[in-house]
């Protein structure tokens, strides 16, 4: 197994800076879940010059930022999002790659409820690529040529940071869901299994090869968390094995597990109407007011 990524500081340290969400349970707490947890590390995770400045930008009145990390069971809020950007001069346009927003408004990062049902790399990514838009001074709002600028130069800031496993593994999986399907030459996969695939990829569930195996579909998996998704999309669990690898070779083995998902050939067509259903609400727009990144 690769080792964790080297923390340079202490999560005290964070609470102590008021950059972690408040209040809010703590990482080693029980029933802190995967948004909070993914905030702490990444904020743990940030170079040292990151992290000073977003200390500067927490503290700043004219740049400063909050979070917004509703719990899974709330349906509905009244939240007060308080200005925390002081108004400007019609004349001053300080943000880059967008639209200004000249009055008073609250720069807010919203991690979504549905982040709970992805895995450990895509949490960490999207808080570490939310984060580089306040760093880098990003506007609220950027389209077209504007909007494809800013996403580059987010995500060369965010493996700047030490993030480019987990963005490289992200942006992976967002061009093989819109490409082939990474399964052997010579394998045959039924039509139902093909739409599931790529349903799922589009989710950002890291699959690798799939192939039948008599009544069931076997898919090849590296993290327990993107089988809890399909268990969760699913509504059930399925048979699920682990299988030792060598990732090196003779004179300097890497062992690795992998996890085989069973799938029975019956269960497909239902899984796919519920991933298809999964997907839709994943792709809607947020409500006015919120960006989409």
Same mark, same amino acid.
């Given at each position: =197994?690769?080792?964790?990524?080297?923390?340079?500081?202490?999560?005290?340290?964070?609470?102590?800076?008021?950059?972690?969400?408040?209040?809010?349970?703590?990482?080693?707490?029980?029933?802190?879940?995967?948004?909070?947890?993914?905030?702490?590390?990444?904020?743990?995770?940030?170079?040292?010059?990151?992290?000073?400045?977003?200390?500067?930008?927490?503290?700043?009145?004219?740049?400063?930022?909050?979070?917004?990390?509703?719990?899974?069971?709330?349906?509905?809020?009244?939240?007060?999002?308080?200005? #925390?950007?002081?108004?400007?001069?019609?004349? =001053?346009?300080?943000?880059?790659?967008?639209?200004?927003?000249?009055?008073?408004?609250?720069?807010?990062?919203?991690?979504?409820?549905?982040?709970?049902?992805?895995?450990?790399?895509?949490?960490?990514?999207?808080?570490?690529?939310?984060?580089?838009?306040?760093?880098?001074?990003?506007? =609220?709002?950027?389209?077209?040529?504007?909007?494809?600028?800013?996403?580059?130069?987010?995500?060369?800031?965010?493996?700047?940071?030490?993030?480019?496993?987990?963005?490289?593994?992200?942006?992976?999986?967002?061009?093989?869901?819109?490409?082939?399907?990474?399964?052997?030459? #010579?394998?045959?996969?039924?039509?139902?299994?093909?739409?599931?695939?790529?349903?799922?990829?589009?989710?950002?569930?890291?699959?690798?090869?799939?192939?039948?195996?008599?009544?069931?579909?076997?898919?090849?998996?590296?993290?327990?968390?993107?089988?809890?998704?399909?268990?969760?999309?699913?509504?059930?669990?399925?048979?699920?094995?682990?299988?030792?690898?060598?990732?090196?070779?003779?004179?300097?083995?890497?062992?690795?597990? =992998?996890?085989?998902?069973?799938?029975?050939?019956?269960?497909?067509?239902?899984?796919?109407?519920?991933?298809?259903?999964?997907?839709?609400?994943?792709?809607?727009?947020?409500?006015?007011? #919120?960006?989409?990144?």
């Amino acid at each position: =197994m690769s080792a964790m990524p080297k923390r340079l500081r202490a999560f005290q340290q964070v609470c102590q800076d008021n950059l972690y969400p408040h209040p809010a349970a703590l990482p080693d707490q029980q029933g802190c879940d995967r948004r909070h947890q993914a905030v702490a590390e990444v904020l743990c995770r940030v170079p040292e010059e990151a992290y000073e400045r977003f200390k500067r930008i927490r503290k700043s009145r004219r740049r400063s930022f909050d979070w917004f990390i509703p719990p899974l069971g709330t349906l509905g809020l009244v939240y007060p999002f308080l200005p #925390n950007v002081r108004p400007r001069k019609q004349s =001053m346009q300080l943000e880059r790659f967008g639209t200004s927003i000249l009055k008073p408004y609250a720069r807010i990062i919203y991690l979504s409820p549905f982040l709970e049902l992805r895995g450990r790399d895509a949490l960490v990514y999207i808080v570490a690529h939310e984060l580089a838009h306040v760093w880098l001074n990003h506007a =609220m709002y950027s389209f077209d040529q504007e909007g494809e600028k800013a996403e580059r130069e987010v995500y060369r800031k965010v493996c700047s940071w030490g993030f480019q496993p987990e963005a490289r593994k992200i942006e992976r999986l967002r061009e093989d869901a819109a490409s082939e399907l990474t399964t052997p030459s #010579n394998v045959c996969l039924p039509e139902e299994a093909t739409q599931l695939i790529r349903l799922a990829r589009a989710a950002d569930v890291d699959m690798g090869p799939c192939y039948p195996e008599g009544k069931q579909l076997c898919i090849e998996f590296y993290a327990i968390g993107d089988i809890e998704i399909v268990f969760k999309v699913a509504r059930c669990s399925y048979r699920v094995t682990t299988e030792q690898y060598n990732d090196g070779d003779g004179s300097d083995p890497s062992y690795r597990l =992998m996890l085989l998902l069973f799938i029975p050939t019956a269960d497909l067509s239902e899984l796919v109407r519920k991933f298809g259903v999964y997907v839709t609400e994943l792709a809607k727009p947020p409500q006015a007011g #919120n960006e989409t990144r």
